[in-house]
């Protein structure tokens, strides 16, 4: 674009963005009945400029543990200069909640794949590179969660197994107890949503009552050996119900 200042002494040219190439310029002078004419060319040369972002991909809701996305990046930068635009990462924060991939089979396809049981709101940065200039376009993923059901840890209940599996000191006609310390921890809920345990045994011959304290997390089991044959065994169950 060009213009006059209003003193008429300077004209001013100002590079339209992104545009090279030549314009011819026509400057008019007139005095009372006479005019005369100028032209003249501005050559404005090109420089290489770093790729546009010309389609931001939008903000992405996800589920947790749910199904991978695949986003297709092929139309989101453009280089105005013809080069070609090369995908050279893509990185989210945080990193815990989503795992990043490229296609091998095509360079353009990013899969966003949700982590077990993660979830909450991640930035994605996408790097581009063209002729060595680079071009960042973020987008957000709103990974939502999903309300699990508690979990077994593998290896606390196989402690609790061990002990369990110890045999019984008690003696015929006494009334027994078998206590096992923090019963509790052999169940966990990913949501850390409250939990109340409750433990059923198939003999209720034998099995004379349960009880798992909610303050100190012990179970203890009382029982008699009255009429039980010989390497008896009783199965009991923990069930967890969370909110």
């Given at each position: ?38 032209t ?17 991909v ?10 991978n ?36 089979s ?15 709101v ?9 002729n ?13 969660p999903i ?7 593998e ?10 599996s ?7 006609d ?22 109340l ?11 004379k ?8 997390n012990?179970m ?24």
């Amino acid at each position: 674009s060009a213009s006059i200042q209003s003193n008429g002494k300077f004209l001013v040219m100002t590079p339209v963005q992104d545009r090279s190439g030549f314009s011819d310029i026509t400057l008019r002078a007139l005095s009372q009945t006479q005019s005369a004419f100028l032209t003249f060319r501005v050559i404005v040369t090109s420089v290489d400029d770093a790729p546009k972002i010309v389609n931001q991909v939008s903000n992405q809701v996800m589920v947790e543990s749910g199904a991978n996305l695949e986003i297709d990046l092929s139309n989101v930068f453009i280089d105005l200069e013809g080069d070609e635009i090369t995908i050279v990462g893509a990185v989210s924060t945080p990193l815990n909640i989503l795992d990043l991939s490229m296609s091998s089979s095509n360079n353009n396809i990013l899969t966003l794949s949700p982590i077990k049981d993660a979830n909450g709101v991640v930035v994605v940065v996408v790097t581009c590179v063209a002729n060595s200039l680079q071009t960042s376009m973020e987008f957000e993923v709103d990974v939502v969660p999903i309300d699990t059901a508690p979990r077994t840890d593998e290896t606390k209940m196989n402690l609790l197994m061990d002990a369990a599996s110890e045999a019984s000191s008690c003696d015929i006609d006494d009334v027994c107890t078998w206590t096992y310390e923090n019963a509790a921890d052999v169940m966990y809920d990913v949501d850390s949503s409250d939990m109340l345990l409750s433990v059923t045994c198939l003999d209720s011959t034998h099995v004379k009552s349960i009880e798992i304290d909610s303050d100190t997390n012990v179970m203890k089991i009382t029982y008699t050996t009255d009429d039980m044959p010989l390497n008896y065994t009783v199965i009991c169950t923990i069930t967890a119900q969370a909110d």
